[in-house]
T-cell receptor, first 115, second 116 residues
Framework: QKEVEQNSGPLSVPEGAIASLNCTYS??????FFWYRQYSGKSPELIMS????GDKEDGRFTAQLNKASQYVSLLIRDSQPSDSATYLC???????????????FGQGTILTVHP | ETGVTQTPRHLVMGMTNKKSLKCEQH?????MYWYKQSAKKPLELMFV???????ENNSVPSRFSPECPNSSHLFLHLHTLQPEDSALYLC???????????????FGEGSWLTVV
């Protein structure tokens, strides 16, 4: 059974700061990792995916992966109040993590960006 | 309009009622899923359908009964539910259930279920 752990927070940062969200996973064979954002009352939406060790940047978002430590993080630079949401870390299921539809999610970290 | 639509968006039902949740995807996908999101618990996979065939039942109680008449439609039939079944039920779809290439899943807006 794959497990994904996140600090549920809430994490509160001032506008313009860097928000750092962390996730650890139990299955050393996992190859792919996803970050979803879920606004209150809405469905999760994919914002980042990462497959290789190191950093992947997309606009204000940077995903960092360290497979040796089984750790993946999401950094949000220049945080805006519109970034306030729950951020979910997810790992695909199946052997070798090849089933992208069958996701195991962490419990999510609630982020609040205050003006 | 999103590619995955769910109805109803909100449902209140008694423990002796029978109701159904409906999901329709307009993305041409072949795999559909039901996920459950409860308060203070991680989002968890319930059922997987790939090309209309159920390929996974994640130890879901029989009071939840899925139905997939075609690749575009998915139902979740509910009967004799318990108050602890109150949750957000999310439908999702992807190109296929297995494989990774271009296989991002897309969620519907969810159906909020309250069992009284």
């Amino acid at each position: 059974q794959k497990e994904v752990e996140q600090n549920s927070g809430p994490l509160s940062v001032p506008e313009g700061a860097i928000a750092s969200l962390n996730c650890t996973y139990s299955d050393r064979g996992s190859q792919s990792f996803f970050w979803y954002r879920q606004y209150s009352g809405k469905s999760p939406e994919l914002i980042m995916s990462i497959y290789s060790n190191g950093d992947k940047e997309d606009g204000r978002f940077t995903a960092q992966l360290n497979k040796a430590s089984q750790y993946v993080s999401l950094l949000i630079r220049d945080s805006q109040p519109s970034d306030s949401a729950t951020y979910l870390c997810a790992v695909p299921g199946g052997a070798g993590g090849t089933s992208y539809g069958k996701l195991t999610f962490g419990q999510g970290t609630i982020l609040t960006v205050h003006p | 309009e999103t590619g995955v639509t769910q109805t109803p968006r909100h449902l209140v039902m008694g423990m002796t009622n029978k109701k159904s949740l409906k999901c329709e995807q307009h993305l041409g996908h072949n795999a559909m899923y039901w996920y459950k999101q409860s308060a203070k618990k991680p989002l968890e996979l319930m059922f997987v359908y790939n090309f209309k065939e159920q390929t996974e039942n994640n130890s879901v109680p029989s009071r939840f009964s899925p139905e997939c008449p075609n690749s575009s439609h998915l139902f979740l039939h509910l009967h004799t539910l318990q108050p602890e079944d109150s949750a957000l039920y999310l439908c999702a779809s992807s190109q296929e259930a297995q494989g990774s290439s271009g296989n991002t899943i897309y969620f519907g807006e969810g159906s909020w279920l309250t069992v009284v």
